[in-house]
């Protein structure tokens, strides 16, 4: 510990203002950002320019920079990462960033996870293993993955504090250089596969757990524990690791970063450690979104071929991981890796974008980087070059034209979600020691991923069931771990309050079988003072270590018996009695985050579900007067609080419900619901200089299969309407559209449709008795790279991993079915 804070002191020794400016900061964080990959770094300051142009047209409000594998035909371009002709470039993006207003991030590496040329085998990666029962060590052999020219190496030991010292000491060249925009250092994931020692692993053993280790290598080698003291050992292990894996990368990380001058984000997820301790040392703790999630909203796609089994379905609670880490300690900017494998190469449609956004903000985010932006030459054909794992969101990707609109609408949710503390009433404690405990065995580290590992860790577990039982429930609740738990302060009014500020009524205990002698006396010291503290199901069973002395045991037994009166079965009623918040919309299938605001509370409400439309909710955070304001298409309504409210939100539909101390007039009673049906006349669709009349709407791709890698086509048709429903003509309704239609009525640009539900809004007097609507609809690009793969166009060009399906796959369009594009069913209107 001594040596830690020594080296931490050297680090702040060496402090300068590197991030700092005369200049304040442009840059917009309620704006989106992306991963921005550069392979082989063969970027120009034509292509920087061009794309970074490009970005700031669409909205975005900065880039994260990540070099990786290059693209053959292009190897005289690439630069060696940190070269001096790297640097050249990395300057020339911040001189643009800065005149074009947008921030960057880096990642402190290529690839991931930290390492490369400067990790020798003595700061590399190690793992121990058994041979014939003989003790050994060795090192993993793990290369960075993806890595850039010039980043390849072996991977760095991320429990050694020396081998991040020296790793660290490569990058103050240029950082003690760099300047605004440059904002963030960055840490993708941790992925270290079999890392499991490091040389101070048996001496930091001894100090933390007051036995040896090396006493116990019989435990160490077999496959599974066999009792419960061997489980406790593994458990010592696996809390070292940890220990060492915190004190010895994470904080380092975070205070170096600091020391030059920037800011640092990381991701905790995928580490052998307590994630909410490690979210809650960076600056800015960073969650993750992969792979594709069944919304029940009626029109929404899942690719099929997404395999759930092995990577995994998005959880909630795995980013209120990052956001509670930032609750608790006042961090003000959440962010998410964002739509990662969203769904396959060219097939994935921007309405599967929006629900995801609204999943992520739900889940606490307030700065989504979207996964990601590949650099591309302005030169290079379509589609250009691209990153193996993206959902693409750079100027190649086919619903690039509703980027601004989707971005905009980003902007406009997180300006008020960056603004605002969140409202939680409740803490939930998450029991790493029953992480620790479980499914012991030889060389094994319990590392929480996101993906199918999951499971383990974090649903099927009590912490799993009880965190969605009250968010089903309708209750705002924040997680807790035993090293945050210590910060907590006691009020008078018997809550917890945390040094950010934030005021808790009640802390839960899920179902936990292990439980430190420190938290259980801390625990019953707060009952034995009146606060409001519960276990759910059962007390804890087990003291969490095989070295308990037996003072510890005795003390633990006694903290143990002063709780017996504080377990529940079933804490709702507890949890209303103590003044806890319900929000009764969540059994609307509604999902919420609530916030403070000055004006009293704002709401972020979002319907991803198909049992509600609208109807009467309760917001039992306002009290007064309050405004419904619909981000997406900028419309405000307002109403006078009584014990309801009156909300129309269809399924895929959000918006923020914020109190108000003055309405701008009374509010309408909301009309009656009118759909009008209506039938198109002399209806056509164009696809290149091809015309086909329609006795109904169809799917243009499959009229004919040599138009079907059009990317868009002209569907056009005379409306008759009667006055009646003239007068209720008010939003066009289209209920299968793939993917996105820009609408012109009467020669008028009316708007782009993108989002499901599949609506606009029609601006008064633009429909008349007699109309032509045009309706433009822009398909995904699945066809046209099925075509160009039938054809044997060389695209697939890329080094290291080329290029893979969203099964990791060899990706072949060639025998794909045709992919449907362009609008089918039928179109109405209603009056609102």
């Known amino acids: 510990?001594?040596?830690?804070?020594?080296?931490?002191?050297?680090?702040?020794?060496?402090?300068?203002?590197?991030?700092?400016?005369?200049?304040?900061?442009?840059?917009?964080?309620?704006?989106?950002?992306?991963?921005?990959?550069?392979?082989?770094?063969?970027?120009?300051?034509?292509?920087?320019?061009?794309?970074?142009?490009?970005?700031?047209?669409?909205?975005?409000?900065?880039?994260?920079?990540?070099?990786?594998?290059?693209?053959?035909?292009?190897?005289?371009?690439?630069?060696?990462?940190?070269?001096?002709?790297?640097?050249?470039?990395?300057?020339?993006?911040?001189?643009?960033?800065?005149?074009?207003?947008?921030?960057?991030?880096?990642?402190?590496?290529?690839?991931?996870?930290?390492?490369?040329?400067s990790i020798t085998e003595m700061e590399a990666a190690k793992k121990y293993q058994f041979k014939d029962?003989?003790?050994?060590?060795?090192?993993?052999?793990?290369?960075?993955?993806?890595?850039?020219?010039?980043?390849?190496?072996?991977?760095?030991?991320?429990?050694?504090?020396?081998?991040?010292?020296?790793?660290?000491?490569?990058?103050?060249?240029?950082?003690?250089?760099?300047?605004?925009?440059?904002?963030?250092?960055?840490?993708?994931?941790?992925?270290?596969?079999?890392?499991?020692?490091?040389?101070?692993l048996f001496p930091a053993f001894q100090r933390l757990n007051g036995y040896d280790l090396r006493k116990h290598f019989d435990v160490l080698s077999k496959k599974k524990a066999e009792s419960e003291e061997e489980n406790q050992i593994f458990a010592d292990y696996h809390r070292t690791i940890s220990t060492l894996l915190q004190r010895n990368f994470v904080l380092p990380f975070d205070h170096w970063i600091n020391s030059m001058g920037f800011t640092s984000r990381n991701q905790a997820h995928g580490s052998p450690g307590n994630l909410l301790d490690i979210y809650a040392a960076a600056d800015i703790p960073e969650a993750e979104f992969f792979g594709s999630k069944p919304f029940d909203i009626p029109g929404y796609r899942v690719d099929p071929e997404y395999d759930s089994t092995t990577f995994g379905i998005p959880d909630i609670r795995a980013l209120k991981l990052a956001s509670s880490a930032a609750n608790l300690t006042g961090k003000k900017l959440v962010s998410a890796e964002t739509a990662t494998w969203l769904g396959n190469h060219f097939k994935v449609s921007i309405a599967q974008v929006k629900p995801v956004l609204d999943q992520v903000f739900v889940g606490g985010v307030n700065h989504v980087f979207f996964h990601g932006a590949t650099y591309s030459p302005p030169e290079i054909a379509w589609p250009g070059w691209l990153f193996y794992a993206s959902t693409n969101f750079n100027p190649q990707s086919h619903f690039w034209e509703a980027m601004p609109a989707l971005n905009k609408y980003i902007e406009n949710v997180q300006t008020m979600l960056q603004a605002n503390p969140t409202d939680s009433d409740a803490l939930l404690y998450f029991p790493m020691e029953d992480v620790w405990h479980e499914n012991n065995g030889s060389g094994k580290l319990h590392t929480l991923e996101l993906h199918a590992n999951s499971r383990v860790w974090l649903k099927n577990t009590s912490f799993g069931k009880w965190s969605e039982l009250l968010q089903n429930k309708g209750f705002s609740v924040d997680y807790i771990s035993d090293d945050l738990l210590?910060?907590?302060?006691?009020?008078?009014?018997?809550?917890?309050?945390?040094?950010?500020?934030?005021?808790?009524?009640?802390?839960?205990?899920?179902?936990?079988?292990?439980?430190?002698?420190?938290?259980?006396?801390?625990?019953?010291?707060?009952?034995?003072?009146?606060?409001?503290?519960?276990?759910?199901?059962?007390?804890?069973?087990?003291?969490?270590?095989?070295?308990?002395?037996?003072?510890?045991?005795?003390?633990?037994?006694?903290?143990?018996?002063?709780?017996?009166?504080?377990?529940?079965?079933?804490?709702?009623?507890?949890?209303?009695?103590?003044?806890?918040?319900?929000?009764?919309?969540?059994?609307?299938?509604?999902?919420?985050?609530?916030?403070?605001?000055?004006?009293?509370?704002?709401?972020?409400?979002?319907?991803?579900?198909?049992?509600?439309?609208?109807?009467?909710?309760?917001?039992?955070?306002?009290?007064?007067?309050?405004?419904?304001?619909?981000?997406?298409?900028?419309?405000?309504?307002?109403?006078?609080?009584?014990?309801?409210?009156?909300?129309?939100?269809?399924?895929?539909?959000?918006?923020?419900?914020?109190?108000?101390?003055?309405?701008?007039?009374?509010?309408?009673?909301?009309?009656?619901?009118?759909?009008?049906?209506?039938?198109?006349?002399?209806?056509?669709?164009?696809?290149?200089?091809?015309?086909?009349?329609?006795?109904?709407?169809?799917?243009?791709?499959?009229?004919?299969t040599s138009i079907a890698d059009s990317p868009s086509a002209r569907y056009r048709f005379n409306l008759s309407l009667n006055s009646d429903q003239l007068a209720a003509a008010k939003v066009l309704h289209l209920t299968d559209l793939r993917d996105m239609a820009k609408v012109r009525i009467n020669g008028k640009e009316i708007g782009m449709i993108w989002s499901l539900p599949f609506q606009l809004a029609i601006p008064s007097g633009t429909l008349q008795e007699q109309n032509q609507i045009e309706i433009e609809v822009v398909s995904n690009s699945a066809n046209r790279i099925r075509k160009m793969d039938q054809q044997g166009v060389v695209w697939k060009n890329f080094y290291e991993i080329n290029f893979v399906d969203i099964r990791y796959k060899p990706f072949d369009a060639s025998k794909w079915a045709i992919e449907d594009g362009g609008m089918k069913g039928k179109i109405y209107f209603t009056n609102r």
């Open 1 to 117: 510990m001594k040596r830690f804070f020594l080296l931490l002191l050297f680090f702040a020794s060496k402090f300068i203002a590197a991030g700092s400016s005369d200049d304040p900061a442009v840059f917009s964080t309620a704006k989106p950002w992306a991963y921005w990959w550069w392979p082989g770094s063969a970027v120009t300051e034509k292509g920087i320019t061009h794309n970074l142009e490009n970005f700031k047209k669409a909205g975005f409000g900065g880039l994260h920079i990540i070099p990786i594998y290059g693209a053959k035909g292009s190897e005289s371009l690439f630069q060696n990462y940190l070269s001096p002709g790297w640097q050249a470039k990395f300057f020339f993006t911040l001189k643009e960033a800065k005149r074009l207003g947008l921030g960057i991030d880096m990642t402190m590496g290529t690839g991931w996870p930290l390492g490369g040329p």
């Open 486 to 704: 210590t910060d907590l302060v006691l009020t008078p009014t018997k809550t917890f309050k945390t040094k950010s500020g934030g005021n808790y009524k009640v802390l839960l205990i899920p179902a936990a079988h292990y439980v430190s002698v420190e938290t259980l006396e801390l625990l019953a010291k707060w009952v034995k003072q009146g606060y409001p503290v519960y276990f759910l199901e059962h007390l804890p069973l087990h003291l969490n270590t095989y070295g308990a002395t037996k003072e510890a045991k005795e003390r633990w037994e006694i903290a143990r018996n002063a709780l017996l009166m504080r377990v529940l079965s079933d804490p709702a009623d507890k949890l209303t009695r103590l003044g806890v918040s319900t929000e009764s919309m969540s059994a609307n299938g509604l999902s919420f985050l609530r916030k403070k605001t000055p004006a009293g509370a704002a709401y972020f409400v979002t319907n991803l579900q198909s049992k509600f439309s609208e109807g009467s909710i309760s917001l039992k955070k306002i009290a007064g007067n309050y405004e419904v304001w619909d981000p997406l298409t900028d419309t405000k309504s307002y109403g006078k609080k009584g014990s309801d409210a009156w909300l129309s939100l269809a399924p895929g539909q959000s918006v923020i419900i914020k109190s108000v101390a003055k309405i701008p007039s009374a509010s309408p009673i909301a009309a009656a619901k009118i759909t009008t049906e209506v039938a198109p006349q002399n209806l056509q669709v164009s696809v290149g200089s091809r015309t086909f009349d329609l006795p109904d709407f169809a799917y243009y791709t499959h009229l004919d």
């Open 133 to 200: 029962g003989v003790f050994s060590t060795d090192l993993t052999g793990q290369k960075v993955k993806r890595a850039a020219p010039g980043g390849e190496g072996l991977v760095m030991d991320h429990f050694d504090m020396k081998a991040f010292a020296k790793y660290s000491h490569t990058f103050a060249p240029l950082l003690k250089k760099a300047h605004s925009p440059l904002r963030a250092i960055y840490n993708d994931s941790y992925e270290v596969y079999g890392g499991n020692y490091t040389p101070e």
